[in-house]
């Protein structure tokens, strides 16, 4: 979303999908989640969302469905680690970290909660700017 917007992490997001030793990933239902959130908090069109979503697939991004384990892994994650106050860890993001547990590679974010939730189900984490050009702690 961060590289969709300009804001301050899409260099480096744009660096972590060039970059050919890595794969960048994205789950079906996170990519729902950016739609939502581009054209309904930020005035997008879809027809732009998904143009800009079809680049990036053209240029490396791959797009994966739910599997069923990472779907039971979600919901298990978020079972275990939310909590309303101090980690209110959406589902949306619980299958980002499911996918990424599920297919052993880095999760991206600049999520501070998720870090916190992904680090301790042990998983690695690029900590990314914040849309005020924070980085994670």
């Known amino acids: 979303m961060a590289l ?3 804001e301050p992490a899409a260099a480096p997001v744009a660096a972590v999908l060039r970059d050919p030793r890595e794969r960048s990933v994205i789950n079906a239902v996170n990519v729902a989640e950016v739609i939502d959130v581009l054209v ?3 005035g997008r069109t879809v027809d732009e969302v998904n143009e800009r979503l079809d680049w990036l697939a ?3 991004l791959e797009i994966v469905p739910t599997e069923e384990a990472a779907g039971r892994m979600a919901g298990a994650i978020r079972a275990s680690h939310y909590y309303r106050r ?3 860890i959406s589902l949306a993001d619980c299958i980002a970290l499911a996918t990424a547990q599920a297919r052993n590679d880095a999760l991206a974010t600049a ?3 998720l870090i916190d939730v992904a680090l301790a189900v042990g998983s690695e984490v690029v900590g990314l700017p914040d849309s005020e050009g924070r980085l994670p702690d």
């Open 4 to 6: 969709l917007i300009g």
């Open 40 to 42: 309904r908090l930020r």
């Open 58 to 60: 053209a240029g490396g």
């Open 86 to 88: 101090r980690a209110p």
């Open 111 to 113: 999520d501070q909660v």
